[in-house]
């Protein structure tokens, strides 16, 4: 099994680009996830998905959509990229029955100029 | 909102030692985890907790979900290079999961 697969790993967008980020998961987990992580920050709840269909907010989620059409694929979009979005970004995924725990992908560096 | 407060923030140990970090919060949570960064990759878990009072080891870890499900704490014992790293705990609510900001554990030659 592949677990969780983040493309790309590295990007550099100009301030004001979009872009979306991938996330697939192949555990048929319901549940996934979006965290970005900064120096001294750990790790922040950007959105999440309960299920297909299901998104909603976490701890930081100005600036970006999610959608989940698919089980497998929690997509995250930045409409106009910011400098303060420079981040390395985490995609989880997890059962909603029995074992609660998040499995990460390998994150994507984001670097806005 | 949920927050976890854990600490220490950092930690300069010798190899050998014992290491004890630990996460509180002011939420209740229904399960409690731990986690291990390495350098340029994402977490890895090491101990998940599902109850309250549970202590659960995992070779030279243990960890226990606190009675009041407030809080959680880790131990390392007998500490090894291998081990440094940044440690998280995690909390659990209905549906999100929640971070504290990490341990960075240091190991001096």
């Known amino acids: 099994n592949a677990g969780v697969t983040q493309t790309p790993k590295f990007q550099v967008l100009k301030t004001g680009q979009s872009m979306t980020l991938q996330c697939a998961q192949d555990?048929?987990?319901?549940?996934m996830s979006w965290y970005r992580q900064d120096p001294g920050m750990g790790l922040r709840l950007i959105h999440y998905?309960?299920?297909?269909?299901?998104?909603d907010q976490g701890e930081v989620p100005n600036g970006y959509n999610v959608s989940r059409s698919t089980t497998e694929d929690f997509p995250l979009r930045l409409l106009s990229a910011a400098p303060s979005q420079t981040s390395v970004y985490f995609c989880a995924s997890s059962t909603g029955q029995g074992g609660r725990e998040a499995f990460f992908g390998q994150g994507t560096r984001l670097t806005v100029v | 909102g949920q927050q976890l407060n854990q600490s220490p923030q950092s930690m300069f140990i010798q190899e050998g030692e014992d290491v004890s970090m630990n996460c509180t919060s002011s939420s209740i949570f229904n399960t409690w985890l731990w986690y291990k960064q390495d350098p340029g990759e994402g977490p890895v878990l090491l101990i998940a907790?599902?109850?309250?009072?549970e202590l659960t080891s995992n070779g030279r870890l243990t960890a226990q979900f606190g009675i009041t499900r407030k809080d959680s704490f880790l131990n390392i014992s007998a500490s090894i290079p291998s081990d440094v790293g940044i440690y998280f705990c995690a909390g659990r609510g209905d549906d999100k999961i929640i971070f504290g900001k990490g341990t960075r554990l240091h190991i001096l030659p």
């Open positions: 555990m048929n987990h319901e549940y």
């Open positions: 998905s309960v299920g297909a269909g299901i998104t």
């Open positions: 907790l599902y109850k309250a009072g």
